[in-house]
């Protein structure tokens, strides 16, 4: 069966930086699509950012713009999410996701959680100002 197993969150400082790792297993990892997400306590789940093999690698401009970055790994099953200049309003837990479906999506749906099929347990990271 498809895992999503996340790593790397953690307690850090504003300023500092994190890199999460989602390594997937049963799926064709380069051809399904990636995505992060995040859930603050009290809120609705928001996309991050995607990697998707159409559409290349999206990031969230209004939240995260010009500090966190999607990459994948094709051989080691994986995809990161280098989260830089990481500010108190970052706090919550990271999710990874995987679209397996080869229908066609757009940009839209791959940013919201209707777009994914499987889903990791999540990694919770906090940031303290």
């Known amino acids: 069966q498809v895992q999503l197993v996340e790593s790397g969150g953690g307690l850090v400082q504003a300023g500092d930086s994190l890199r999460l790792s989602c390594v997937a297993s049963?799926?064709?990892?380069?051809?399904?699509?990636m995505g992060w997400f995040r859930q603050a306590p009290g809120k609705e789940r928001e996309f991050v950012a995607v990697s998707d093999w159409r559409y290349g690698n999206t990031h969230d401009t209004d939240s995260v713009k010009g500090r966190f970055t999607i990459s994948r790994d094709n051989a080691k099953n994986t995809v990161y999410l280098q989260m830089n200049s990481l500010k108190p309003e970052d706090t919550a837990v990271y999710y990874c996701?995987?679209?397996?479906?080869?229908?066609?999506?757009?940009?839209?749906?791959?940013?919201?959680?209707?777009?994914?099929?499987?889903w990791g347990q999540g990694t919770q990271v906090t940031v303290s100002s």
């Open positions: 049963g799926l064709t990892f380069s051809s399904s699509t």
């Open positions: 996701a995987a679209r397996t479906s080869r229908l066609f999506a757009t940009t839209s749906l791959l940013k919201t959680p209707a777009g994914y099929n499987y």
